[in-house]
């Protein structure tokens, strides 16, 4: 017979944990229609977080490659000789905030336009107008600014360029972007979590009886939880099988098309993998999350039995 | 065993149910619990396994002072006490077997346990050959038997009725008592509250009468003593 413990123990034993299990399965069944509605409520809403995040991840992507393309454009004066040349590509170096400098002469520059633009540019090898010229990039994007300040301080530098003005727009209106989205993916959470535990809710009015007859017979209140917990997850992982079929699909196809079309841009999308593991680990979790939080918070005040 | 010390309960809403009650019951007791309605019985039986509390007073239960319990321990409290209710409160979509081993699975009693222990009780209630019934097929003394095999499968030291024979027939009542008399027998204190004056009067047992939230009689072997 059972002896008296002086401490509700917490330690849970196995077959107890199967028993849960198994009622949590069976609840699931039992309410047929209802699981099938918190199951679409959240399919719904993963779907769209799905996208969203998608989106948002390669929006920032995006930022960053441009962030990162970002350099400065120092023009040397012509009256600058090699010695002052050397001198100033040392000073950059030393300069806070620098990553690389490459110098390119104006021949070299001249070349380049050939090569872009075509072969009436040859025409100027005559007599080459172009400058030498230093590409600096800065190791953070928010450096560039005061490191082309400092370049543009130093002796036999004729002037520094770095598309200033049109990147901080982008930047701005990027950021709006993020900060929209994520606003929107918590209120699709919140309304998920809101439809789950109303359908959680429901099944658990609809045991009540049993439920206060467990807590009359000396049941603690994580037993009579977990099997609505565990129903709540359930829910949750059922309702994102298709949200990750669907956004794998989606983000397959979109690789596919644009990768050809991107190669050799400086604008990358993600790679497919292991990018689109992670979102699909990201919508498993937020099902799963939505569904038990969800039933945590509906079942506490039928408790207090 | 159980011991009242000026226990006062006061509801929300104004209500004084128990207006400082002092009670002592002895371990193997068995006490009826009479008393027009409102006058503070239910509370009384309520506040055994605590699904009400004191708002003053002492209360001990099994040595347990109730006001000291701690919320995370009342399923402790609970687990020493065996409770039958006027309406059953079995569960419908269990079977007899289930319904009873039930009271054990919750404790997490092992299975082999449970199977002996559940059978043991069903036997001693007299429908063991129901076990795979459920219960809207068994009668409403039936089913109290089943709730009465419930509430003492874990083998508690007191069991609680509150009216259990308030649905029934008057014979099947009496086979329900001499359940109660049997387990009375075996040491268990029984505390039973009741509008039944007919088994007060003839199984002779404590009484206490409450009215107007005080004890307004308690006398061993006493009567009913009230009309109707």
């Given amino acids: ?148 300040k400092e370049i543009s301080q130093l002796e036999g530098i004729e002037e520094v360029k770095y598309g200033e003005g049109k990147i901080e727009k982008l930047f701005t209106f990027l950021n709006t972007g993020r900060n929209v989205g994520l606003v929107l993916i918590l209120a699709l959470l ?116 | 065993m159980i011991q009242m010390k000026n226990v006062y309960k006061k509801y929300p809403n104004g209500i004084v149910a128990l207006n400082g009650m002092n009670v002592e019951i002895k371990q193997g007791e068995f006490v009826y619990i009479v008393g027009p309605s409102g006058a503070g019985k239910s509370t009384f039986i309520k506040m055994m396994y605590r699904e009400e509390n004191p708002t003053s007073g002492q209360m001990l239960v099994n040595g347990m002072d109730l006001a000291k319990i701690k919320r995370k321990n009342v399923p402790l409290l609970r687990r020493q006490i065996g409770v039958v209710f006027q309406d059953f ?22 299975p082999e346990a449970i199977r002996k222990r559940v059978l043991e009780v069903l036997d001693l209630v007299g429908l063991k050959h129901k076990a795979r019934m459920f219960p809207r097929e068994l009668s409403g003394g039936e089913q109290q038997r089943i709730s ?20 029934l027939d008057p014979e099947t009542s009496w086979d329900i008592m001499n359940l109660f008399e049997r387990i009375n027998a075996s040491g268990t204190t029984i505390l039973m509250a009741t509008h039944n004056r007919e088994i007060v009067n003839t199984m002779r047992h404590r009484v206490i009468a409450i009215e107007g939230g005080l004890i307004a009689r308690d006398e061993v072997g006493g009567d009913y003593g009230y009309e109707g």
């Fill in chain 2, 89 to 110: 409160k079995l569960l419908p979509r269990l079977n007899v077997y289930e319904n009873v081993a039930f009271a054990l699975e919750v404790i997490e009693e092992k």
């Fill in chain 1, 1 to 148: 017979m059972p002896v008296t413990k002086l401490e509700v123990t917490t330690d849970m034993k196995a077959r107890t944990l199967a028993r849960h299990f198994r009622e949590s399965l069976k609840s699931l069944g039992r309410n047929g229609w209802m699981t099938f509605a918190s199951v679409s409520a959240v399919t719904v809403t993963l779907l769209l977080v799905g996208v969203f995040v998608l989106i948002m991840m390669n929006l920032n992507k995006v930022a960053e490659d441009l962030e990162n393309d970002v350099e400065i454009k120092s023009f040397v004066s012509l009256e600058a000789d090699e010695a002052t040349v050397t001198q100033m590509e040392t000073a950059i170096k030393g300069m806070t905030g620098v990553e690389s400098v490459v110098y390119s002469t104006k021949e070299a520059e001249l070349q380049d336009l050939v090569l872009d633009f075509g072969d009436e540019f040859s025409l100027f090898e005559q007599s080459n107008p172009l400058l030498d010229v230093f590409y600096v990039k800065a190791t953070e994007p928010q450096q560039t600014e005061n490191v082309a």
């Fill in chain 1, 190 to 305: 919140f309304t998920a979590m809101f439809l789950i535990s109303n359908t959680i809710r429901i099944t658990i009015v609809a045991r009540r009886h049993e439920i206060e007859i467990m807590k009359l017979v000396g049941a603690t209140n994580w037993f009579v939880r977990i099997p609505f917990i565990l129903e709540g997850m359930w829910l949750g992982l059922l309702g994102s099988i298709i949200p990750i079929g669907l956004v794998v699909a989606l983000y397959y196809n979109i690789t596919e098309f644009a990768e050809p079309k991107l190669s050799g841009e400086m604008i990358q999308l993600l790679d497919f993998a292991p990018f689109i593991y992670q979102v699909s680990a990201l919508i498993l979790l937020m099902g799963v999350f939505i569904g038990v939080w969800g039933s945590f918070m509906s079942i506490r005040k039928f408790l207090r039995v």
């Fill in chain 2, 148 to 167: 009465v095999a419930r509430s003492i499968v874990n083998t508690p030291k007191v069991v609680i009725a509150d009216e259990p024979t308030g649905n």
